[in-house]
């Protein structure tokens, strides 16, 4: 049997395998993605190329089942066993012996660390996590004060380097939009990580959608993404793509709404990030959404603290095999996906005792590496895929919907001119350096008749001059 791109471990798999024949052929392989609208796309000029940013591999975390002070998974099993009565062992757990509280000592431990490291990614944060308490009310278990400087806690430590999302409201029960509550009948089909998506309208998405970002506007965290809780999504991905850019859009005003759902852990599926639903372009409301594609399984605590993958299934200790590795050699963006249940594992921090042991293989082995948050990749290709390029003689016209910084590219240049970049009839030099690693705002590397130049590429017309 020919191998198929898996997409996230544990859980999604189960997901995925349980929908049934006839769903998994319409969501396998490549067809998965094909539901999916591109949208617009500008006219390019064949002998401009854009480059990864600084002409390095993008790199992040996405850290999924994060939350204020509730340790998700301890109160989200009995949820998935009680939706299944008790059909798969998966869920059979022994939760009760688990600690209620992975504690905001260890949020600022791993946050610390990985500003310390150039760590950047996503961190979610469940808005009403497995229903315990909502963060914009209270918390039942914890004092209003705990739960205020666990928020600040997030603020300050965490979203500096790290994008915001909510999963879904409560990453286990379907809240009934109407009451606040969750719904009555506890079976898969009210159920975030389920069946609730099928069927469902793009409207009756966003509204939910809107209904979990409201609760995080509420206490300060900003948000441009949203990620799905297990298969949130799974056979509504056209109406998913499209209620996230609604909305978004209308709760935060995000420029470039993202939405994580795919992961693929093995084969050569492009991981590339995806500009979907673009419109409007040469207008002044330019519109798309981006669907962010992780490169890996959960390999180190898993989202259930059992049999963590190591760190040799992201990168070997000689750096020369592993997934990371495979997907860095492509030039694509090699975004990781962790658990933060498992990057904690109930105090003993095996996840992120392997994490950081990923990290230290990966500066070890490679120089041309960028951590960005998801947000930041988006706009990028964002930029990379919707601006409109032209040649007109030794004059490179830009004509971007969105701004974007560290926008690089690679064009003819005439022997012996320097680049020029001129916005709003103001020219800019360009600095020259020796390297393509040594890349920043507003320089450039000769290569024979060719020029890398990277720049901060301004929303609307500006024109590169070589």
């Not at 639903?277 to 959404?289: F, I, K, M, Q, T």
């Not at 962790?338 to 005792?353: L, S």
């Not at 490179?396 to 680049?419: H, I, K, W």
């Given at each position: ?417 320097s680049p020029r970049l001129r916005v709003s009839a103001e020219f800019s030099e360009l600095k020259e350096v020796a390297s393509p690693l040594t890349l920043s705002a507003n320089t450039w590397f000769r290569e024979g008749e060719h ?16």
């Amino acid at each position: 049997m020919t191998a198929r791109p898996s997409l996230r471990t544990d859980r999604r798999d189960f997901l995925r395998l349980a929908a049934g024949a006839a769903t998994a052929a319409s969501l396998s392989g490549r067809n998965f993605l094909r539901a999916q609208v591109p949208g617009d796309r500008p006219t390019r000029t064949p002998d401009v190329t854009v480059l990864n940013p600084r002409t390095r591999i993008p790199v992040g975390l996405i850290i999924d089942d994060s939350t204020c002070l509730v340790n998700l998974n301890r109160f989200a099993m009995p949820q998935f066993n009680e939706a299944f009565v008790g059909a798969t062992q998966t869920y059979h757990r022994p939760w009760r012996d688990w600690p209620v509280e992975i504690p905001d000592a260890f949020v600022r431990k791993f946050g610390e660390w990985c500003t310390g490291a150039g760590v950047k990614g996503k961190y979610s944060i469940v808005p009403y996590p497995a229903c315990v308490g909502r963060l914009d009310r209270m918390l039942p278990g914890w004092t209003p004060r705990e739960l205020k400087e666990s928020l600040d806690l997030v603020r300050t430590v965490m979203m500096p380097n790290w994008d915001i999302h909510p999963e879904m409201v409560t990453h286990t029960r379907v809240i009934d939009l109407k009451t606040g509550h969750p719904y009555a009948e506890l079976s898969p089909k009210f159920m975030e990580n389920w069946e609730w998506t099928t069927g469902r309208s793009v409207d009756e998405i966003a509204a939910y959608l809107a209904y979990a970002l409201r609760i995080l506007k509420e206490v300060g965290l900003p948000c441009e993404g949203i990620t799905t809780p297990g298969g949130f999504g799974n056979r509504a991905l056209p109406q998913l793509a499209q209620a996230t850019l609604q909305s978004v859009r209308e709760v935060f005003g995000a420029e470039i709404p993202h939405y994580f759902r795919h992961a693929y852990s093995e084969g050569k599926q492009s991981v590339m990030p995806r500009v979907e639903y673009a419109s409007g372009l040469d207008g002044p409301d330019p519109r798309c959404v981006v669907s962010i594609i992780g490169c890996t399984g959960d390999w180190t605590g898993g989202w259930d603290c059992i049999n963590p993958g190591g760190a040799d299934k992201f990168i070997s200790e000689d750096g020369q095999h592993g997934r990371m590795v495979d997907v860095i050699a492509r030039g694509e963006p090699a975004l990781m996906l962790a658990h933060w249940t498992g990057i904690w594992f109930n105090g003993y921090e095996v996840g992120f005792n392997i994490f950081k042991e990923v990290v230290k293989r990966l500066h070890g082995r490679y120089d041309h590496l960028l951590w960005m948050k998801l947000s930041e990749v988006s706009r990028y290709w964002a930029a990379r895929e919707l601006t409109r390029i032209e040649r007109n003689g030794n004059t490179v016209e830009f004509r971007a919907p969105f701004a974007c910084p560290d926008f690089t590219v690679r064009l003819g240049v005439s022997a012996g001119q320097s680049p020029r970049l001129r916005v709003s009839a103001e020219f800019s030099e360009l600095k020259e350096v020796a390297s393509p690693l040594t890349l920043s705002a507003n320089t450039w590397f000769r290569e024979g008749e060719h020029a890398t130049v990277c720049f901060t590429l301004p929303k609307g017309t500006s024109e590169i001059l070589a």
